[in-house]
């Protein structure tokens, strides 16, 4: 054998044994990321059985605030449930939390509710007072608005709350200008768009029309929508627990 085929020859055997440790390698990277994607898998599957299992041990069904709002919306005639969807929309349950806007704690109630029915502002945030402060803000509201009792509970509802969020005298406003036009102003589909139109100065600036031009029909629509979207949640859960 030639000294050039000899050379030829190791050079083979030397590619091949390249070429076959780098499968192997790669092989082993492969297994390696399967391992691992597969560990992944497993930590956010027991993460989230062990999220499971303590909510299951959990006395508390919607929050810890569960058996004052309880307590208070028994005492004052509200639904506990309907206050926990709000107080989640709200603060996320946060009871020290104080919006830009100056709205205080849970319900994120306002000086001027305080004031309205006797409380200082520096007792607002305590978690007791501020679930009483918005349960009797929603009864005012509720009746003062005069719904009709042939209205569905889900307009009352939503009436109820788009006060609560963009205030009694705009939504008024709106049903006033949905009643003169011959429409429901007992639905809340129609408030919305009435509400939506107080935008325009065509409208805002009617007769019909006490409490001026209202921008936040977006954010009002979307409040109502959120509350009773988890209010409905709130609620299948507790009925799968009775």
């Given at each position: 054998m030639s000294k050039k085929t000899i050379i030829f020859s190791i050079v083979l055997i030397l590619i091949g044994v390249t070429i076959f440790e780098s499968r192997i390698l790669n092989e082993e990277l492969v297994q390696a990321e399967t391992v691992a994607t597969i560990s992944e898998a497993q930590t956010e599957v027991v993460a989230v059985t062990a999220a499971q299992d303590s909510v299951e041990v959990q006395e508390w069904v919607i929050s810890v605030w569960d058996d004052m709002m309880q307590r208070i919306s028994e005492e004052e005639g509200q639904d506990w449930v309907l206050m926990s969807a709000i107080a989640y929309n709200e603060s996320r349950f946060k009871s020290n939390l104080v919006s830009k806007q100056g709205a205080i704690g849970l319900m994120q109630v306002m000086p001027?509710?305080?004031?309205?029915?006797?409380?200082?502002?520096?007792?607002?945030?305590?978690?007791?007072?501020?679930?009483?402060?918005?349960?009797?803000?929603?009864?005012q509201i509720d009746k003062t608005l005069k719904i009709s009792p042939s209205a569905s509970a889900d307009d009352r509802m939503s009436i109820i709350l788009a006060c609560y969020n963009g205030g009694i005298g705009h939504v008024s406003d709106a049903r006033r200008l949905a009643k003169s036009n011959g429409e429901d102003y007992n639905s809340w589909e129609v408030v919305a768009r009435y509400l939506q139109q107080k935008?325009?100065?065509?409208?805002?600036?009617?007769?019909?029309?006490?409490?001026?031009?209202?921008?936040?029909?977006?954010?009002?629509?979307?409040?109502?929508r959120e509350v009773m979207k988890r209010y409905d949640v709130y609620q299948k859960m507790i009925d799968k627990q009775i």
């Amino acid at each position: 054998m030639s000294k050039k085929t000899i050379i030829f020859s190791i050079v083979l055997i030397l590619i091949g044994v390249t070429i076959f440790e780098s499968r192997i390698l790669n092989e082993e990277l492969v297994q390696a990321e399967t391992v691992a994607t597969i560990s992944e898998a497993q930590t956010e599957v027991v993460a989230v059985t062990a999220a499971q299992d303590s909510v299951e041990v959990q006395e508390w069904v919607i929050s810890v605030w569960d058996d004052m709002m309880q307590r208070i919306s028994e005492e004052e005639g509200q639904d506990w449930v309907l206050m926990s969807a709000i107080a989640y929309n709200e603060s996320r349950f946060k009871s020290n939390l104080v919006s830009k806007q100056g709205a205080i704690g849970l319900m994120q109630v306002m000086p001027i509710v305080g004031k309205q029915f006797n409380v200082a502002k520096e007792n607002i945030a305590d978690p007791e007072t501020n679930i009483r402060l918005a349960s009797k803000l929603l009864k005012q509201i509720d009746k003062t608005l005069k719904i009709s009792p042939s209205a569905s509970a889900d307009d009352r509802m939503s009436i109820i709350l788009a006060c609560y969020n963009g205030g009694i005298g705009h939504v008024s406003d709106a049903r006033r200008l949905a009643k003169s036009n011959g429409e429901d102003y007992n639905s809340w589909e129609v408030v919305a768009r009435y509400l939506q139109q107080k935008a325009d100065p065509a409208v805002y600036e009617s007769e019909l029309v006490r409490h001026g031009k209202f921008t936040g029909s977006r954010q009002t629509e979307a409040y109502v929508r959120e509350v009773m979207k988890r209010y409905d949640v709130y609620q299948k859960m507790i009925d799968k627990q009775i």
